[in-house]
C-alpha cells in the first residue's frame, strides 16, 4: 500500500505553504515569505501538483494572507501585546511581518507539526517573542488550561486562526469560540470564513483527498460572520477574499467580473462568498 498524498490535516499546511512560496515567487509579492518552499517540502509541491483544482485557488491564499496580515497591523498599532496563532501550521508571521519586538507571539498546533517546523527554522530568527505549545485543540480541558495561562501574561492579545473552524462542525466552532472570549485579555479574533455555497464548491473540487485524509471540510453556517453572536463574540469587519484579490491585481480573468459588485450586504455574505472576519469580544466590541 502506497502513503496517501495528504495523510492526515497537518499536511494541509504543507499544501498552504506552497501558496505562499508561489506569491513569494511573484515579481511584484503581495507578501514575501522566504520559508514557505523550504517549509512546504517535497510534499507540498506533490499535494500542489497532484491536486490540480487546487492550483486555481492561488488567489485566495495570497488574499486570505493578506487580510490577515492586514488584521494583526491594525491590533497591533491598536496596543495589542500578543497575537495567539491557532492552528499556525507553517504560518512564518513571527519573522517575515513587521513587528515589535516586544509582541508576544503564540503559536499552537499539533505536536509533530511544531516539531517539523522547528527543525526547520532552527537557525532562523523571530523578530519577535515567539513560542510554540503543542496543544490539540480538540481536547477542551487542556485548551481552557493554555488559554487561561496566555490570557494571564497578556494585556491584549489578537486570535487568529487560518484554515481551521472549515474543519469543525458548528457546535466545535461554537464550543471554541466561548473558550476564547473567557479570559479577558482575549479581545479580538480574525478568523477565515467560507459561505454555504463556497463550501460546497471547496467540496466537489478538493473534499475527495482531505476526506480520505480525515478532515472533510465541513463548517459553513448559513448566517455568516453573525454565527458568532451566540458564542460570545460580535463581528466588526468583514473583508472578502475576492475584493482583497481584486485589489491586489491577483484575481484570473473570470473572477474579475464578479469582483465589480459588492460581495457582501453589511456583514452577510453572498452565495459564494470566502473572506476574513475580526470579531470582537461581545462586552467590548464597538
Ligand atoms: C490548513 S492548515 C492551516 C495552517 C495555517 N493556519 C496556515 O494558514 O498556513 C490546518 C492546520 O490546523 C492544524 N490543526 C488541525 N486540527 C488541530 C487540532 N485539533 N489542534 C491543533 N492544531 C490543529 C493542523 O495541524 C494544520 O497545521
Partial sequence: MTEPLIRNISDTALWVAMYRA??????????????????????????????????RHAWS???????VDSFVMQEVENGADMVVDLAAGLDTRAYRMKLPSSLQWIEIDLPD??????????NE?????LERIPLDLANPAARRGIFEELGRAAKRAIIISEGLIVYLTAEEVCALARDLATPPSFQRWATDLVSPGL????????????????????FAPEE???????????????????????????????????ALFPDTKGTKPKQIWGGVVLLGKQSTAR
Fill in 125 to 129: 530568527k523571530p523578530v519577535c517573542r
Fill in 224 to 258: 455568516g460572520p453573525a454565527f458568532f453572536t451566540k458564542c460570545g463574540w460580535t463581528p466588526i469587519e468583514v473583508r472578502s477574499m475576492l475584493q482583497a484579490a481584486a485589489k491586489l491585481k491577483r484575481l484570473p480573468l473570470l473572477f474579475r467580473l464578479f
Fill in 22 to 55: 508561489w506569491e513569494s515567487d511573484q515579481k511584484n509579492p503581495v507578501f514575501r515569505d522566504p520559508y514557505a518552499r523550504r517549509l512546504a517540502g517535497k510534499r507540498g509541491e506533490e499535494i500542489m501538483s497532484t491536486i490540480k483544482a487546487a492550483q
Fill in 199 to 218: 463550501l460546497k464548491m471547496l467540496q466537489k473540487q478538493i473534499g475527495k483527498p482531505l476526506g480520505q485524509a480525515g478532515a472533510p471540510l465541513k
Fill in 113 to 122: 507539526l511544531l516539531s517539523y517546523k522547528r527543525d526547520i527554522l532552527a
Fill in 61 to 67: 491564499y495570497t488574499a486570505r494572507t493578506y487580510n
